[in-house]
């Protein structure tokens, strides 16, 4: 399974979510075929960008409950992002909680237009 995890700024463009999915997974020789999932914190289930760019990729969006997003497995810890949800890298915590127990980031969070993309795989996928 690969996920890409979502964070951005209120009232983002869907086409700049699109974009950052797209950066994200060309950075690790991945295309969009390769998803199986989005995948953000709860707090963005409002943010209409990040839904309509799971529905344009026919692809399910997890939302991640925040006391799942605190994981210590993170690699980017930005202040500004505690500030707003609580943890160093929404992004990067999404895809890793959706992933799944044996996931692992491909890299750092990408940002992109005020949108942050994280690529994680689990356990089962290289």
């Known amino acids: 399974m690969i996920v890409a995890g979502i964070g951005c700024r209120k009232n983002v463009a869907a086409d700049a979510v699109l974009a950052a999915i797209d950066r994200a997974l060309e ?28 529905e344009r990729l026919r692809l399910p969006l997890v939302l991640v409950e925040q006391a799942e997003l605190e994981t210590p497995r993170t690699i980017t810890h930005s202040p500004k992002a505690v500030a707003a949800t609580g ?9 890793l909680s959706a992933a799944g127990p044996e ?13 942050a993309c994280a690529i994680a795989t689990s356990g089962d996928a290289s």
């Open 27 to 54: 950075d690790h020789g991945r295309s969009r075929q390769d998803l199986s999932a989005l995948a953000t914190g709860s707090i963005k289930k409002d943010e209409m960008a990040i839904a309509a760019t799971a």
């Open 87 to 95: 943890v160093g890298s929404l992004s990067e915590a999404a895809a």
């Open 103 to 115: 996931s692992r980031l491909l890299g750092p969070r990408i940002i992109l237009n005020d949108v």
